[in-house]
């Protein structure tokens, strides 16, 4: 391990690839969202912000690091 990977730590947050439960709309969110996210199509509420990580409403395709 480099001295650059201890003294710079890896964000623990990631952006996240959720499907929508009503449409089927794919779409790329942020893990520790801060505001309410809807789907772009139906308007359904796809991730809901709680203190840390958000509340996901949808089904997780894949994560993006």
Known sequence: MSEWNKLIPKPRSVF???????????QLLF??????????VCGVTLAEPSG???KINGEVLSVLE
């Open 52 to 54: 840390g990580r958000a």
């Open 31 to 40: 893990s520790n969202a801060v505001n309410t996210i809807t789907c772009n």
């Open 16 to 26: 996240l690839r959720v499907k929508c439960q009503k449409c089927g709309n794919e």
